[in-house]
């Protein structure tokens, strides 16, 4: 009992430590989506050219979505007729490049893993960039787009459908200030704590228990800590392979990291961990559904080995740079609510999330709710409630 007791002190620690970092990320991205509509994202990604995929990382950060739901629109705006190179550029984006992932791993690990994230993402959507221009054929792609236009349910599809952005005319300030766009703003905030929630709970309780009950010793001679050559070689490789297995996706899989990177992990395997919440089996069989089984196969090897090539770069440049801090530093939070800046940032944080809470029930948010899971052909346009 008492081990359980410790694994859930320690996921409560974490959480208190991150919660108004997710509240933050979160209402800026729904700012940004209560003004710009979906249709809008679509006649932007028409190409696979560098400015094209520039432009899909930009506003796939700006989105931030959970990795089911980053993938169901992915699979939207494809068949929507955005490019599938640019798609899979804004999926990768819209998990990976977005702020409330910035600030929880500055939080839990220091600012060189946000450095390390915001420069290994685009290295890895250059990286998919090349690989699709070298081995995806035309044949290939015509499967996926089939399949994709069968419509077969994924998860949160509901909540890819939704456009809730403000259907009024008028400039991007006078529409945010409007009745329109507060309701807005507050359906966007909720719809996304309602589709990472689960994810984020099990990744906490995941990081909460392995910080317990594994041992150091193990993870440091599972990735070859005191060898240093083979310690940077190996966790790029295994770093993927360890978040595929863990099911975790999303903000969930950044306490883990915390775990793994104080168990001996290297920089650039943290990173590659990171991204890989693309990746896990959930996904994989989500994609299968999409796209096919062929193409699974293919986004298996192609986002593995640019995750890969991106955990190698950050891992020695910033090591060439002398920026990798240092892991006998790290340290699992344990020390819950204390009177400190963090516990008057996440007061100040959850009387927003609160009223913007109250804002979505009082405008008809416990339907959208229901909703979130409908099937891809779900359309919601909300914009003019008020």
């Given amino acids: 009992m008492h081990a359980v007791l410790h694994a859930l002190s320690i996921a409560g620690s974490m959480t208190w430590e ?25 006649t932007l990604l028409g190409d696979d050219r560098p400015h094209t995929l ?20 992915a699979r939207s705006l494809f068949r929507k007729g955005a490019n599938f190179t640019a798609a899979m550029a804004f999926e990768i984006a819209s998990t990976n490049l977005v702020v409330e992932l910035g600030v929880i791993l500055a939080l839990l690990m220091g600012w060189q ?7 290994g993402g685009p290295i890895m959507i250059v990286v998919l960039a090349v690989l699709f221009r070298l081995f995806l054929r035309d044949k290939l792609l015509r499967q996926a787009r089939e399949q994709a236009e069968r419509g077969i349910a994924g998860s949160m599809e509901g909540h890819a459908a939704m456009d809730m952005s403000v259907q009024r005319e008028g400039s991007f300030p006078r529409r945010l200030l409007s009745p329109e766009g507060f309701t807005s703003t507050s359906h966007v ?37 005191g060898h ?37 992990i290297s920089f650039g395997g943290v990173v590659a961990f990171i991204f ?42 910033f090591g060439g740079l002398g920026l990798i801090p240092d892991q006998a530093d790290a ?6 609510i204390t009177w400190n800046y963090t516990t008057w940032l996440n007061i100040a944080f959850l009387t927003l999330a609160a009223a913007l809470l109250f804002r979505f029930f009082r405008t008809g948010g416990r339907d959208m709710l229901r909703m979130t899971g409908g099937a891809p052909s779900t359309r919601h346009d909300h914009g003019d409630q008020g």
């Fill in 331 to 336: 340290k699992v939070p344990m020390e819950g």
């Fill in 113 to 119: 893993f946000t450095a390390a994230e915001f420069i």
């Fill in 18 to 42: 991150i919660t108004w970092a997710l509240i933050l990320g979160f209402t800026l991205s729904a700012l940004v989506q209560a003004v710009v509509p979906k249709s809008t994202v679509v």
């Fill in 189 to 225: 905030f909720v719809m996304e704590w309602a589709a990472i929630l689960r994810d984020l709970v099990i990744g906490l309780l995941i990081a909460g228990a392995i910080a317990a009950w594994v041992p150091d010793t193990f993870w440091r001679t599972f990735f070859f800590d």
């Fill in 276 to 317: 890989a919440d693309l990746l896990i089996l959930p996904i994989l069989n989500i994609y299968r559904k999409y796209y096919g089984a062929r193409m699974t196969l293919f986004l298996l090897g192609t986002f593995y080995l640019a995750m890969v090539i991106a955990g190698y770069v950050v891992e020695f440049s």
């Fill in 228 to 264: 240093p050559l083979a310690a940077k070689l190996w966790g790029p490789i295994i770093g993927p392979l360890v978040a595929i297995a863990s099911f975790v996706c999303s903000i969930g899989n950044v306490p883990l990291a915390v775990v793994l990177w104080k168990g001996g």
């Fill in 54 to 73: 520039t432009i899909a990382a930009g506003l796939g950060a700006a989105s931030s979505s959970c990795s089911y739901a980053a993938v169901a629109l």
